[in-house]
């Protein structure tokens, strides 16, 4: 049953380590979360290790710029893992082709930087939709217009078995107090037209290879067992540490705050109903990482 808590502080001695969501977790999508910045640099000054793991279909290095933005010291963290570095990797092998119509918005282009970790990278070339061997999805042009927008693309692409290459499972962020889709909506609604998607954030298993490595170069032999994820996420960040059979922290404030009733904490009787509808089964829950 999950344990309902009050400070990261109150288990946070039971892990070496914590993979960390960003989005609705350390920030909003405008600013840092004070609280939360403030429990992850404490964490780290007792000695634990702090890996961000973040769906954002960019290089950590673009990531790391926009923390700096929101004003996310780098005492809250040791390293950053994205789903961008994941995808992009899998590009620069061919995943979906060498000719690849992109969706997504400008700043997302940073996308097709050269990847200096492989060997012999295949070359990427950005061609209109019609001459497209696969698709590469940072996330929908508008991300207020419905990703309903794109069935035409989508039904002429399935017919010709083309392959999207989904840089960011989430389905659905929330900037500031306003809701907005992501490439996993897209990516959903194109598997659901019978179109085959590829994914690399989380809750699949190319990401979190990709956070264990980052780990080990700050601290070496940390075993899943003293690893605890955090984040606001059902289907991504609690069902992708399930998947992985690590410990889970659930932030009820973020994406559920509505249907966990959260104020300062969940409500535990809708927390246990809105655990039980989305069939997920997270090791700890509270409103806001602090």
């Known amino acids: 049953m999950t344990q309902i808590i009050n400070a990261l502080a109150d288990i946070s001695d039971r892990y070496e380590a914590l ?33 961000l793991v973040t769906n954002a279909p960019r290089s950590r290095h673009e990531v790391a710029k926009q923390l700096d933005y929101f004003e996310v010291p780098k005492e809250a963290y040791d ?7 994941s995808a992009r990797a899998a590009m620069f092998q061919g995943a979906v082709g060498q000719k690849v119509w992109f969706m997504g918005q400008p700043h997302d282009l940073s996308f097709f930087e050269p990847l ?11 061609v209109s939709f019609e001459e497209a061997e696969g698709i590469i999805c ?15 693309q989508f039904l002429y692409a399935k017919q010709k078995g083309i392959k999207l290459l989904c840089a960011n499972p989430d389905i659905v962020v929330d ?11 897209v990516a959903q609604l194109y598997t659901e037209m019978g179109g085959e998607s ?28 003293g ?14 540490a399930m ?19 959260t104020t300062h904490a969940p409500d535990p009787d809708a927390l246990n109903g809105y655990i039980e509808k989305e069939m997920i089964n997270p090791t700890f829950a509270m409103g806001t990482l602090a």
């Open 19 to 51: 993979f960390v969501d960003l989005w609705g977790c350390v920030h909003n999508g405008v600013k840092a979360i004070p609280s939360a910045v403030e429990a992850l640099a404490a964490y780290r000054a007792r000695g634990g290790a702090v890996i």
């Open 79 to 85: 390293d950053i893992a994205t789903s961008g570095d």
């Open 116 to 126: 200096k970790l492989l060997d012999n990278p295949v070359d990427i070339t950005r």
């Open 138 to 152: 940072c996330g929908p042009e508008d991300p207020h217009a419905s990703p309903d927008v794109y069935r035409p």
């Open 175 to 185: 900037r500031g107090e306003r809701r907005e889709y992501c490439a996993g909506a």
């Open 198 to 225: 590829l994914y690399f954030g989380k809750p699949y298993p190319p990401i979190y290879d990709l956070a264990r490595r980052r780990l080990s170069e700050h601290r070496k032999g940390v075993q899943d067992a």
């Open 227 to 240: 690893i605890l994820a955090i984040g606001d996420g059902p289907a991504t960040d609690i069902r992708g």
């Open 243 to 261: 998947g992985e059979d690590i410990d889970s922290l659930f932030i009820t404030g973020g994406l559920a705050r509505s249907e966990t009733k």
